[in-house]
């Protein structure tokens, strides 16, 4: 199974500022995605990160608030832009893995925005 | 569009007992069901899945699972829980050919000594 995980495991931040969360992979994945977990909610998803292709955003996401990078098959980066509380919340890294189809989870990226 | 209503929020039991956690979805189309566990301070762990063939899956840690299409449902089973089960339980679904998931709100299940 793929092993995934992501830094930092949790950051308090100032309002205004941007925050870039790190997933590392220890396989090389096709697909990657990001989700969201704002409190006492579920996961969202955010975006679809593949490799070799611009992320493609769900509604109500966009670029310039979750630019994302993925520069390679093991690695992807989700920057939280301008941050506001509205922002607090699990941010989590996901990959179906190729040659299974299964999709497995980082540990979470916990945001505070203050 | 797919949507899951988990309708237990918190689900309290003692050990050794039976429980059942509830999932039912929403779709026009064919689907993919899954029950997902975290554990605290993990990251999201595959309980089961259920993607064609039987209707009754079976999944790590003795959880169970049935497919019910005419009452949209995909309740999670396990005969004899145990300490060690206590964590937030999540029901996803997914267009069947597609990866992204949608999500219910999750279970928080606490076993009780």
């Known amino acids: 199974s793929a092993v995934i995980s992501q830094k930092p495991s949790r950051d308090i931040c100032q309002r205004g500022t941007s925050l870039t969360i790190q997933c590392q992979v220890d396989?090389?994945?096709?697909?990657m995605f990001w989700y969201r977990q704002q409190p006492g909610q579920s996961l969202t998803l955010i975006a679809t990160?593949?490799?070799?292709?611009?992320?493609?955003?769900e509604s109500g996401f966009v670029i310039d608030k979750f630019p994302i990078s993925r520069p390679n098959l093991t690695f992807s980066t989700l920057t939280v832009s301008n941050m506001s509380p509205e922002d607090s919340s699990i941010y989590l890294c996901?990959?179906?893995?190729?040659?299974?189809?299964?999709?497995?989870f980082g540990p979470g990226t916990r945001l505070t925005v203050t | 569009a797919q949507s899951v209503t988990q309708l237990d929020s918190q689900v309290p039991v003692f050990e050794e007992a039976p429980v059942e956690l509830r999932c039912n979805y929403s779709?026009?189309?064919?689907?993919?069901l899954f029950w997902y566990v975290q554990y605290p301070n993990q990251g999201l762990q595959l309980l089961l899945k259920?993607?064609?063939?039987?209707?009754l899956v079976k999944g790590i840690n003795g959880f169970e699972a049935e497919f019910n299409k005419s009452q949209t449902s995909f309740h999670l089973r396990k005969p004899s829980v145990h300490i060690s089960d206590t964590a937030e339980y999540f029901c996803?679904?997914?267009?069947?050919?597609?990866?992204?998931?949608?999500f219910g709100t999750g279970t928080r299940l606490t076993v009780i000594p």
């Open positions: 996901s990959v179906v893995e190729s040659w299974s189809g299964e999709q497995y």
């Open positions: 396989s090389q994945v096709t697909m």
């Open positions: 990160a593949n490799q070799g292709s611009e992320a493609t955003y």
């Open positions: 779709s026009s189309v064919s689907v993919y």
């Open positions: 259920y993607l064609s063939g039987s209707t």
């Open positions: 996803a679904v997914t267009q069947t050919g597609a990866n992204n998931l949608f």
